[in-house]
């Protein structure tokens, strides 16, 4: 499974934006599919997750009420819509995929990553 993130850019704080992650090969294997991101000197953390079907999520407590994951299987495509966005979500956004039917949090269960895309929130 290949996959391609975009979508990302310079917003002010309270603006939104929408990342997307395309992917490709084989994406039948991709049950379960997540954002991460990683800000300068930080760990890596998962964001939101969300199963195969779309009826299971995952959020992060930082990010609850402001983030939506979302993925459309026909396109084989992820979706994570930013709204009110705060100056401690800039970092770098990884999409990425892992083979269970259950959502798993730990970075080690995710086989597939794409390549990122840099979010920047000034305040």
């Known amino acids: 499974v290949q996959l391609q993130a975009s979508g990302g850019g310079l917003v002010q704080a309270g603006d939104s934006l929408r990342l997307s992650c395309a992917a490709s090969g084989r994406t039948d294997s991709s049950a379960v599919m997540a954002w991460f991101r990683q800000a300068p000197g930080k760990e890596r953390e998962l964001v939101a997750a969300?199963?195969?079907?779309?009826?299971?999520?995952y959020y992060a407590d930082s990010v609850k009420g402001r983030f939506t994951i979302s993925r459309d299987n026909a396109k084989n495509t992820m979706y994570l819509q930013l709204d009110s966005l705060k100056s401690e979500d800039t970092a770098v956004y990884y999409c990425a995929a892992a083979r269970y039917s259950s959502i798993v949090v730990d970075t080690s269960f995710y086989s597939y990553w794409g390549q990122g895309t840099q979010v920047t929130v000034s305040s």
């Open positions: 969300i199963n195969y079907s779309g009826g299971t999520t």
